[in-house]
């Protein structure tokens, strides 16, 4: 007699009374035999022609060898930003159909933007762990809404929850280079180096990417794996280490139109553009290098030195992985796979930015006083972004950038490399393509069919074809047609076609302009057909509105930043309340979970036994760049006031005597935007100063207690812990609105946003 068992009713052995008359069975192991090791490298905010391999006087040596042994593609396309590209990189559906229409801190309620994938379009990691793969992914994940991001969860959306076996990385759309916000699988870690010891994320995210490699393939070499390694270069802030800023002094002198030239020039010669194609008039909004003061000329040349540098050293650690990987023996049969995620930023303005803090604050860039400070430029102690003038130049022969659908926001790189399984190296591919091809190239090169269903839920359907045809030719793909739209703005593409709207915020989408353009023949959409082929446009136009209802594009919706921001303000969140409570020892708290505190407040710290030797930071928040700091010193309390290294400085007359202590730290906000401040001990008020502005958007850094990730003024060194017990922290805001302030703070959340893309 044979026996079913409830875990497993189709056991296909046989269960007896005994072992004596029983049969034992083994599921088969779920490893794909001589399936591919596969890497997905994605760069943040490099443009068409940024790679030196895509035409750029920029040095990128490893990238160039994986491009001259392997393919290189011109018509990959991406979405215009970040989070949603990396929704169709890693899901292979469209980003509205998944939940991503722009970036994942919106939440406006509707499907199409809960900045969340959902269940029923699972990510590529999970599909490849059930097969039987090992799944990493290292560096910037920005797939979860920022409220989900802390320590409380709920962890839903994290990298581990989607299908990854290991995580390291930041889970925000931005970091500090020289001290990240890092996130080890589910918890919060402190970077292992300091700047001063030489420490760089993108270093540091390369070694754990060999670490987790290495523990794989040393005790199960015969498991597959996928490494996700998601850059947080090319995104600002833009920061290298001291050599590589060094190499490129005075590069760029020479200005913007000269080096496009230099690079579209090497474009055609290289091939990666026809022969015939026009380059893209200056965008509005980017003066002639020759008119622009000295000044200007000399900070925006920094600035894209900055940029330059970082880019190189970028380069320099995905040589170390490729070096790595052959040291592993993994370099034969593995598959690498190197985008961009959009084109270049816009995000630092007409003038560039020494610290873009001051853009999402509404504060311009004051250059005469930011070009004594060029040396700061790269280092730890700026928050650096480049001119709409260089960022065109990244996007050479392109026009507009990231955000935006036309080619300067979509066009980017794409390299895949595969030794001995690809036609003859260094070829180029021409074919359209989009980054919702990705996930199904992957699978049918590994000969993996979609799933039905993953972890119980049924699946909708891909969305994106296989680029399986193109290595071993450059062919056409079939495929349908592909709608673009972000923040408003639209495009779609079908048989070499292509309509394209630059939205301005409240125009009507029926009644707004659409420019047409033949990309067969017109690579850098610089010839409109609107007016000589009304008809195509107009045909255009209705397909594109066809693809926005089956891909759940629509509701369109440009409002206002407030109600992009709606879904972090309801209760449960970590900052829909006015009274904060914690309780240290906490761990790091992100920036869209601290409190809002731009309209001020007041911050007690509680000490139940404070030591005879107690210095150290009681509460942090932000960097060098901006920020605030409440610290102990020599015995005293000191607060620091923080504005782009405008510093307001308390020192308390007294010293902290060992035993119980309260520090209370007061801030008014007054209506000239700045604040009132005071530091009190022990209810006695110690010291009062007054702060010029209060910001809105106070750093992408986080808050800590008991230590600092960065230090906010130079009077001691990171982490400075406190070698006491704190109690309590609590922030209290003061009550009642301000809807012009709200507006104020949406607005600059929005940019912060949307430049962290």
């Avoid at 072992?19 to 035999?33: N, T, Y």
């Avoid at 490099?46 to 006087?57: I, V």
């Avoid at 707004?512 to 000589?532: C, R, T």
Wanted: contains cysteine.
């Amino acid at each position: 007699m044979s026996f079913r068992h409830p875990a497993e009713p189709d056991f296909p052995g046989k269960i007896g009374r005994t072992v004596a008359d029983s049969e034992p069975s083994w599921p088969e192991p779920r490893m794909p035999q001589g399936a591919p090791n596969i890497v997905l490298v994605v760069l943040d905010d490099a443009g068409f022609s940024h790679l030196g391999c895509y035409g750029s006087s920029i040095a990128t040596p490893h990238i160039d060898r994986l491009a001259g042994e392997g393919l290189r593609y011109t018509g990959f396309h991406t979405t215009a930003l970040c989070s949603a590209t990396r929704t169709c990189l890693l899901s292979g559906r469209n980003h509205h159909a998944a939940g991503i229409r722009a970036i994942s801190n919106f939440d406006t309620g509707y499907p199409n933007t809960r900045g969340a994938i959902p269940a029923n379009a699972a990510l590529l990691p999970a599909i490849l762990r059930d097969a039987g793969y090992a799944t990493f992914a290292t560096g910037k994940w920005h797939l979860a809404p920022m409220r989900e991001c802390s320590a409380a969860g709920p962890f839903t959306n994290w990298p581990l929850q989607k299908g990854f076996d290991r995580f390291y990385g930041f889970m925000q759309g931005e970091t500090d280079q020289f001290y990240p916000e890092l996130t080890y699988d589910n918890h919060f870690v402190e970077p292992p180096r300091s700047p001063e010891q030489g420490y760089h994320v993108s270093e540091d995210i390369v070694d754990r990417s060999l670490d987790f490699i290495r523990d794989s393939v040393s005790l199960v070499p015969e498991k597959p794996w996928l490494l996700y390694l998601a850059m947080g270069a090319m995104h600002a802030p833009h920061q290298a280490p001291r050599e590589y800023l060094d190499k490129y002094r005075g590069k760029f002198d020479h200005g913007w139109e000269k080096e496009r030239e230099r690079w579209f020039e090497r474009q055609k010669a290289l091939g990666i553009i026809p022969p015939d194609t026009t380059l893209a008039p200056q965008n509005p909004g980017v003066p002639d290098w020759d008119t622009l003061p000295e000044d200007h000329q000399r900070f925006a040349s920094r600035l894209q030195e900055a940029f330059a540098a970082m880019l190189e050293h970028t380069d320099a650690q995905i040589g170390r992985l490729m070096a790595g990987l052959a040291e592993l023996g993994q370099d034969q049969n593995t598959l690498f796979v190197l985008i961009s995620d959009n084109g270049a930023s816009q995000e630092g303005g007409a003038t560039g930015t020494l610290d873009e803090m001051r853009y999402f604050n509404g504060m311009k860039e004051d250059v005469a006083t930011a070009v004594k400070r060029l040396d700061d430029i790269g280092t730890p102690r700026s928050h650096s972004n480049i001119p709409w003038g260089w960022a065109q130049a990244g996007n050479t022969p392109l026009k507009w950038y990231k955000q935006n659908t036309h080619g300067g926001g979509v066009r980017d790189p794409l390299i895949l490399h595969w030794p001995g399984k690809l036609g003859k190296p260094g070829e180029i591919r021409h074919t359209f393509c989009h980054a919702v091809d990705i996930a199904p190239t992957l699978l049918d090169l590994i000969g993996l069919p979609m799933p039905e269903t993953v972890a119980g839920v049924p699946q909708m359907p891909l969305h994106g074809v296989s680029l399986k045809a193109t290595l071993e030719a450059d062919v056409r793909v079939p495929r349908a047609a592909q709608y673009f739209e972000m923040l408003g703005h639209r495009a779609i593409w079908a048989d070499g076609w292509k309509a394209v709207t630059h939205h301005r915020r409240g125009s009507d989408y029926d009644t707004e302009a659409w420019e047409l353009y033949n990309l067969d023949e017109d690579f850098s959409e610089s010839n409109d057909l609107a007016h000589s082929e009304p008809e195509k446009l107009e045909r255009l136009k209705a397909l594109w509105w066809h693809e926005a209802e089956k891909n759940g594009v629509l509701p369109l919706d440009d409002r206002k930043a407030g109600d992009l921001f709606r879904g972090s303000r309801r209760k449960g969140v970590p900052t829909g309340r006015k009274r904060f409570v914690y309780y240290p020892p906490v761990s790091h708290i992100v920036s869209d979970a601290c409190p809002p505190v731009y309209k001020g407040f007041t911050l007690t710290v509680e000490l139940p036994d404070h030591p005879e030797r107690g210095d150290g930071v009681l509460v942090s928040r932000g960097t060098i760049n901006s920020g605030f700091v409440l610290y102990i010193q020599g015995g005293k309390a000191h607060f620091d006031h923080n504005g782009f290294h405008d510093h307001t400085h308390l020192v308390s007359e007294q010293v902290l005597t060992p035993g119980e202590h309260t520090l209370a730290v007061t801030i008014t906000r007054r209506e000239d935007g700045g604040g009132d401040v005071t530091l009190a001990l022990d209810g006695e008020i110690q010291a009062s100063g007054s702060i010029p502005r209060l910001l809105v958007m106070l750093s992408s850094i986080g808050m800590d207690f008991g230590r600092c990730l960065s230090p906010v003024t130079e009077g001691y060194n990171a982490p400075f812990p406190y070698p006491g017990r704190i109690k309590r922290v609590i922030f209290d805001l003061p009550s009642g609105g301000n809807s012009t302030l709200d507006q104020d703070a949406d607005k600059a959340n929005q940019r912060a946003i949307m430049s962290q893309q």
